[in-house]
T-cell receptor
Framework: AQTVTQSQPEMSVQEAETVTLSCTYD???????LFWYKQPPSRQMILVIR??????QNATENRFSVNFQKAAKSFSLKISDSQLGDAAMYFC??????????????FGKGTKLSVKP | GAGVSQSPSNKVTEKGKDVELRCDPI?????LYWYRQSLGQGLEFLIY????????KSGLPSDRFSAERTGGSVSTLTIQRTQQEDSAVYLC????????????????FGSGTRLTVV
């Protein structure tokens, strides 16, 4: 069974600084997707960034980038120039990509990010 | 609708009562997912629908949980004889189709229903 592990329950960063959130996963599949979601107090999950496992190039979305290490099954999120609005719960998620897949996401337990002004 | 709508936003119920949680997905989205988020935990997958069909119900925590979807649209998650351990946020998500969750359309999540069993 696939699992996702986030080893940092809480992280803190100074405004304008850079922070890295860790995520490791376990799967026997070779074709899959990885995601980082942000959950503010409104509870709605917001997609931050996604990575296709077959792509070697790390995904980047503005201030957000990932370090995808497929062999190590590691998928960390780097937030540059942190802003107060980045404060939230961040979830790493995995989704298999094969014909029989249900398409559901498997989530880690999350990392609570605080941003200090 | 423009987004995924869930109701009620919050629900407090007495132990032993039945509750119904509603999810109204984005119009045209054929795939719909239910997740449970307990305090301090990640999201636990419960069940998915492709159209009105739920092929695999093994993710439901117990036989007190059931779900249905009608008209390929609104879905209802029902919990019978609620217990305190059922207290959680129940999130619904939809996507255009089962395997297009990673396209530009992605998954759209609702804001969830916070269920408290007292």
């Amino acid at each position: 069974a696939q699992t996702v592990t986030q080893s940092q329950p809480e992280m803190s960063v100074q405004e304008a600084e850079t922070v890295t959130l860790s995520c490791t996963y376990d799967t026997s599949e070779s074709d899959y997707y990885l995601f980082w979601y942000k959950q503010p107090p409104s509870r709605q999950m917001i997609l931050v960034i996604r990575q296709e496992a077959y792509k070697q190039q790390n995904a980047t979305e503005n201030r957000f980038s990932v370090n995808f290490q497929k062999a190590a099954k590691s998928f960390s999120l780097k937030i540059s120039d942190s802003q107060l609005g980045d404060a939230a719960m961040y979830f790493c998620a995995y989704r298999a990509n094969y014909g029989g897949s249900q398409g559901n996401l498997i989530f880690g337990k999350g990392t609570k990010l605080s941003v200090k002004p | 609708g423009a987004g995924v709508s869930q109701s009620p936003s919050n629900k407090v119920t007495e132990k032993g009562k039945d509750v119904e949680l509603r999810c109204d997905p984005i119009s045209g989205h054929t795939a719909l997912y239910w997740y449970r988020q307990s305090l301090g935990q990640g999201l636990e997958f419960l069940i998915y629908f492709q159209g009105n069909s739920a092929p695999d119900k093994s993710g439901l925590p117990s036989d007190r949980f059931s779900a249905e979807r009608t008209g390929g649209s609104v879905s209802t998650l029902t919990i019978q004889r609620t217990q305190q351990e059922d207290s959680a946020v129940y999130l619904c998500a939809s996507s255009l189709a089962l395997l297009t969750g990673v396209t530009n359309y992605g998954y759209t999540f609702g804001s969830g229903t916070r269920l408290t069993v007292v």
